[in-house]
């Protein structure tokens, strides 16, 4: 698999990176060692960028499953890791970039993780009560420490990379986007660009809606996927009219829609690396082979202009509001 480069810092990762947040129970109940052994097989595909968090599951979970993967073989791999966030039993996550909060954190996904040092590190969300610098400082200081090798920041907006990239360099900036989920296009992409700051794209597949598979009746109670807003009552009916594109180009060239829709991220740029998540082996070999698909340009802007924005919001409003306008 060919690799890109995050940043202008130089740090080397799979066009193609897998998410965990699956292995932590996001999504229900996960299987401890097919999990790990999806991650050991995206080494052997040649994905490198394992994506994590401390806030993945219960204690951490998703970070130990991602350490116990990597048990004998950390130098194959680069991992990223988010901390800035506190998973709440029956609520909304608690968003927390106190500097002092931020480097508390380190020691224990270290330990979950099997390493010295997170080769990718970012701050989750954006703390309305705490200045972006402050946050940025304290990863900043972490870094100086030998404990992370590059700081990253989630879901911000494009005054805010700007203000934490002054203080101290960010090598990539994660948010969402996919063919139906584009708000990054408007100032948030250019910014990066002009910044040298790569874009790491999760839900690159809509939470799964772009593989024409998700039906809700199949998806786990504990499963976040049934509160998405842009899955219910008239929202999910006028988005599922945004698919037949997807599916009859899809076909056309002999490819899932999962595969064509991850194929047209890759071709936004050698700057974007998205990031689908799965906790299975099946999932992963079909995503890992749309970095082999081919897209004219007429194709590529054909399915931008046929899928528009997906209708509903991204987030139920408590977890909406913890994304940086």
Avoid at 76 to 103: C, Y
Avoid at 280 to 308: C, F, H, K, M
Wanted: aromatic share 4%; with cysteine; glycine share 12%.
């Amino acid at each position: 698999m060919d690799n890109r480069q995050l940043g202008r810092g130089g740090l080397k990762v799979s066009a193609l990176g897998l998410g965990t947040m699956g292995m932590g129970g996001s999504y229900g109940p996960a299987d401890e060692a097919e999990a790990e052994a999806t991650i050991r097989r995206a080494l052997e595909l040649g994905v490198t960028l394992i994506d994590t968090a401390d806030f993945y599951g219960p204690d951490g979970a998703g970070e130990k499953t991602v350490g116990r993967a990597l048990a004998g073989r950390r130098d194959e791999a680069v991992i990223a890791s988010k901390t800035g966030m506190v998973a709440v039993p029956g609520g909304p996550p608690r968003v927390n970039g106190r500097p002092e909060f931020i480097k508390e954190r380190i020691d224990a996904s270290l330990t979950r993780l099997g390493t010295g040092h997170i080769d990718l590190y970012y701050l989750a969300r954006v703390d309305p009560d705490v200045p972006v610098e402050e946050s940025i400082g304290a990863l900043g200081e972490l870094v100086a420490a030998g404990k992370v090798g590059h700081i990253g920041i989630c879901e911000a907006s494009a005054a805010t990379v700007r203000r934490a990239h002054a203080v101290h360099p960010v090598t990539a900036v994660q948010t969402e986007y996919s063919l139906w989920e584009r708000h990054v296009e408007g100032e948030i992409l250019p910014t990066l660009r002009e910044l040298e700051v790569s874009l790491v794209a999760y839900r690159p597949l809509g939470s799964g809606f772009l593989t024409g598979d998700l039906t809700m009746d199949r998806l786990a109670m504990a499963d976040f996927r049934r509160n998405d807003p842009r899955l219910q009552g008239e929202n999910l009916y006028r988005n599922m009219m945004l698919l037949p594109v997807l599916y009859e180009l899809a076909e056309n060239k002999g490819v899932t829609p999962a595969q064509l829709a991850l194929a047209w991220i890759l071709a936004q740029g050698a700057d974007v690396v998205p990031i689908p998540g799965t906790k299975r082996r099946s999932y992963l070999e079909q995503n890992a082979a749309s970095v082999d698909v081919e897209l004219t340009p007429d194709e590529i802007q054909g399915l931008a202009a046929a899928i528009p924005a997906a209708r509903g919001e991204r987030y139920p409003a408590p977890l909406l509001r913890t994304i940086d306008g």
